[in-house]
């Protein structure tokens, strides 16, 4: 039986004839020149030049990815490779294919997945646009850092390496360029090891414009960044939200507040108890959607989602929600009764809306509490 080749350089590619032929050469010399036992395989994403061709001419593996997207042409190349490591990168000659020592040591030391950084390694003038180098790459690795608590200075370096059982373990699923994102931010939820080298970055060989679109690429990333930090998106804002609208309406139920020469009253309470109900929905957000992505496979399981099935269910749920409509129709009844000492005339607002208030945000809090129960419980029928 033919042994595996230690490493494949996995490359995407769409209409790169003018820089396929060096990167793949550059690959081919750091093969040789390190002793590695390696394959080169190209994921053509339907090209209409001659890179076919090229690559075939230099003894490279085509691979034809039928879906369009960078992440697609990855993901079809990378399980073509029969590689225990894989390095993939860009084949536009940004990246120096013949210097990829640093990436393969890390691996065999044992790393799961190791990120290349652009800023500590260099970054050749004109070789990144002005919004990519001082905004989108900061402002989105900062993001990734924060929300994951990932130590990685450059998430979208399109140079990294990776073993082909760490691969195995992502279970990615995005087909665009956030697959960059996808597959750092999966890496960290699965604890997998990862660490980083620095790499230089060249102005690319190529006369067209790049596939990259900075807004939209830039958004999807974003979107999907926060999509895949559901506390961070859901959970914190509506904590927040909460505490600040149960505080601030517990004070204005009890009495006016007064400050200087400013009065808050009624109508304060009123805004206040909005945001009690909007963190709360906030809250529930956070809760369906994390449910909706483990048991799609979108986020792994972990032990905190398990216990969340015991303290929350639906009986729970139900007896929760009914507790809280029940004050809710004491509140209204009391309302109603002080209508109706004033013999359902004109009534003093500033008195009744303390009791009216109460009320409907408890009937809002019991009905939600409700049907969240009863759609959590749907969710979690697979389990």
């Known amino acids: ?67 369009k997207g960078y992440g697609s042409a990855l993901k079809t190349g990378i399980e073509s490779a ?9 084949a536009d000659d940004s990246y120096d294919f013949s210097n990829l020592l640093p990436y393969l040591s890390k691996l065999r ?89 620095p790499t230089t970055l060249k102005k690319d060989g190529r006369s067209r414009k790049p596939h990259l679109k900075t807004w939209s690429d830039g958004w999807r990333h974003l979107r999907f960044l926060m999509l895949y930090a559901p506390n961070w998106l859901f959970l914190f804002p509506g904590i ?47 809760g369906l959607t994390k449910i909706f992505a483990v048991e799609n496979e979108l986020l792994p399981k972990s032990n905190r989602y398990d216990k ?3 303290i929350i269910n639906l009986e729970r749920g139900l007896v929760i929600g009914f507790v809280l409509l029940f004050f809710g129709f004491f509140l209204s009844i009391k309302g109603l009764s002080i209508w109706q000492d004033a013999h359902y005339g004109i009534l003093d607002t500033s008195t009744t809306l303390r009791v009216i208030i109460p009320a409907i945000t408890f009937l809002q809090l019991g009905i939600q509490t409700i049907l969240f129960s009863l759609f959590f419980s749907v969710l979690g029928l697979k389990k």
Request: net charge positive; hydrophobic share 45%.
């Open 240 to 286: 927040f939200l909460v505490v600040i609208g149960l505080t601030l309406s517990t004070l204005l139920v009890i009495n006016p507040i007064k400050f200087n020469h400013s009065t808050l009253d009624v109508h304060t309470l009123l805004y206040s108890s909005s945001f009690l109900l909007l963190g709360f929905q906030f809250v529930i957000f956070y």
């Open 82 to 90: 029969n590689g225990t490591y894989i390095i993939m990168g860009d």
């Open 308 to 310: 969340l099935f015991k």
């Open 109 to 197: 030391e044992g790393y799961d997945l190791v990120m290349g950084n652009r800023f500590k390694g260099g970054i050749e003038k004109d070789a990144m646009p002005f919004l990519h180098k001082y905004l989108g790459n900061p402002v989105l690795s900062f993001t990734g850092r924060l929300f994951f608590k990932v130590k990685i200075g450059d998430f979208h370096c399109g140079l990294r390496g990776f073993s082909k059982a760490a691969y195995n373990k992502m279970n990615l699923k995005t087909s665009g360029m956030e697959f960059a994102s996808e597959m750092v931010v999966k890496s960290k939820l699965n604890n997998l090891s990862i660490t980083e080298v």
């Open 1 to 67: 039986m033919k042994k595996n080749p230690e490493l494949s350089i996995v490359m995407p590619c769409l209409n790169e004839a003018e820089t396929l032929e060096t990167c793949i050469k550059k690959a081919q010399y750091f093969f040789n020149t390190h002793n590695v036992d390696g394959e080169i395989v190209i994921a053509d994403n339907g090209s209409t030049d001659n890179s076919v061709e090229i690559a075939k001419a230099n003894n490279a593996i085509v691979i034809h990815a039928k879906k």
